[in-house]
């Protein structure tokens, strides 16, 4: 049977790569198993939550192209998915396994509970809840509650037992009761906290694989005991190894990781990002490195996913980004470079589009192709060095004349004449007329500057 899968992000903040390749290895999937592709706001923590972050985190999946079956705004047979609209589904749930006995009221100060976790601590175990609160008689701890007194609910682990997480990436997991501890479940108006919002849906919604990240894992022995006390069937799991940075440590929100619409606006196209988040952890069976996602689909198997951590290559990804560039009509490389390129004196963006659509490997680079163009910019590090060099000023003077003579040849021949190294001459020049060493090809920059301030401009810089 075709499997059920979610994505499930909090709207705290925009989506980053790490969030989008689980939604990816999500989509991908369902596609290639004909499943169904669930989105699920999880916004039970209102004082972090924004209606405006799950539009933008909805228009990053949109614009990656991850089309759903069923969420908050194409609405399915299991809704709502906001778990903010599902607050009776929760309390239904608390109900039956207060009813049952499998949770109880813990009237603990957080003063008690931050020494027991220093006490865990100094003994190398995981910081677990001593239960203080669980041997309280349910009629004492109601009269507890009804009197004022502030709680949480908590769930009622079996110390002797072990739990088995049967993974699809990283095996069996196995985790000891003892070490896990009761756990909150729930504030004292019911409103559920992480385990058992997302145990709760995941069965009401008939979810039948969870692939997230790793991070999770420790997680899953308590949705576990939730969906068993309540009497539904728990999902497969597959945890992804989450995805690193350049020093070695797990990208998130919190430490900066680029966001989808960061690339958006940097002119990456969406077949390239998709592209490179499905090869951070996961490997083509024909050994291709670019591929659509229609291809990706198609090709797509959790057995293939490695539990070693990928790491992101932002190079990589331009890479990538140039070769899907290339597989663009010209008319629509044009186009998409021309929405990143400013207007410069006497040539339109578009006309800046149509001379540079084949030399860069992301749109948005256009940007810093004309910079110093329409005004040149103060010499920066790499300028001034160029503008330092033993070619230099023969370099300047002999553009100089030949810009004023134009009629006697191009400045790549004056300068090849002069005895002049090219790699040392044209930064200079170019150093001299925009304030940088890099940038547009000599040819290209003259052409949007016209001679006459080309002319101008090296007067400028030999008189300095």
């Known amino acids: ?10 709207p705290s903040g925009e989506l980053h790569l790490g969030g989008a390749r689980t939604a990816l ?28 972050r799950e539009r933008g985190l909805l228009g990053d999946l949109a614009w990656l192209g991850l089309s759903w079956n069923e969420g908050p705004d194409v609405g399915g047979p299991f809704g ?31 003063a008690t509970l931050e020494a027991g976790r220093h006490t865990d601590g100094d003994g190398r175990r995981p910081p677990r809840y001593r239960g203080g609160c669980r041997s309280i008689d349910s009629a004492e701890s109601r009269r507890r509650a009804e009197a004022g007194e502030p709680f949480a609910w908590r769930f009622a682990v079996d110390p002797e037992r072990e739990w088995v997480v049967r993974d699809v990436i990283h095996g069996d997991v196995r985790f000891a009761g003892s070490d896990i501890g009761d756990f909150l479940v729930a504030r004292p108006d019911a409103t559920p906290l992480y385990d058992l919002a997302c145990a709760v849906d995941d069965a009401a919604m008939r979810i039948t694989l969870v692939i997230r990240g790793d991070d999770h894992l420790s997680n899953t022995p308590r949705h576990l005991m939730l969906l068993e006390a309540l009497g539904a069937t728990a999902p497969n799991y597959a945890h992804a ?39 951070l952890g996961w490997s083509d069976p024909a050994g291709r490195e670019v591929l ?61 589009a149509e001379a540079l659509a084949d030399e860069v490997e992301v749109a948005g680079d256009v940007r810093g192709l004309v910079s110093g163009v329409a005004e040149p910019l103060a010499p920066d590090e790499e300028a001034l060095a160029a503008l330092a060099s033993p070619a230099a000023l023969p370099a300047l003077e002999v553009a100089l004349e030949a810009l004023r003579a134009p009629e006697t040849g191009d400045l790549r021949d004056a300068l090849r004449s002069a005895g002049l190294p090219l790699r040392e001459a044209f930064p200079a020049v170019r150093a001299a007329l925009t304030g940088r060493a890099h940038g547009l090809p000599a040819a290209t920059l003259l052409t949007f500057l016209g001679n006459a301030e080309a002319v101008r401009r090296l007067e400028r810089a030999l008189r300095a």
């Open 80 to 110: 709502p998915y906001r778990q903010s609209e599902r607050t009776a589904h929760y309390a239904e749930a608390l109900g039956r396994l207060e009813a049952a006995g499998r949770v109880y009221r813990c009237f603990c100060a957080a």
């Open 292 to 352: 659509g996602t229609d291809e990706l689909a198609e090709a797509f198997d959790l057995a293939r996913v490695s539990s070693s951590a990928p790491a992101h290559d932002p190079a990589r990804l331009r890479w990538l980004n140039k070769r899907h560039m290339a597989l663009l009509p010209r008319e629509d490389r044009v186009a998409l470079v021309a929405e990143h390129a400013p207007d410069l004196p006497g040539a339109g963006s578009r006309a800046v």
């Open 241 to 279: 190894p989450l995805v690193l940075g350049a020093d070695g440590r797990p990208l998130s929100k919190s430490r900066g990781a680029e966001s989808i619409a960061s690339l958006r606006e940097q002119g990456y196209l969406p077949a390239a990002v998709v592209n490179h988040l499905a090869l």
């Open 1 to 10: 049977m075709p499997d059920r899968v979610r994505f499930s992000p909090a």
């Open 25 to 52: 290895f999500n989509y991908l999937l369902a596609r290639s198993g004909g499943g169904t592709f669930v989105v699920r706001i999880e916004d039970t923590d209102a004082a972090r939550s924004d209606l405006s």
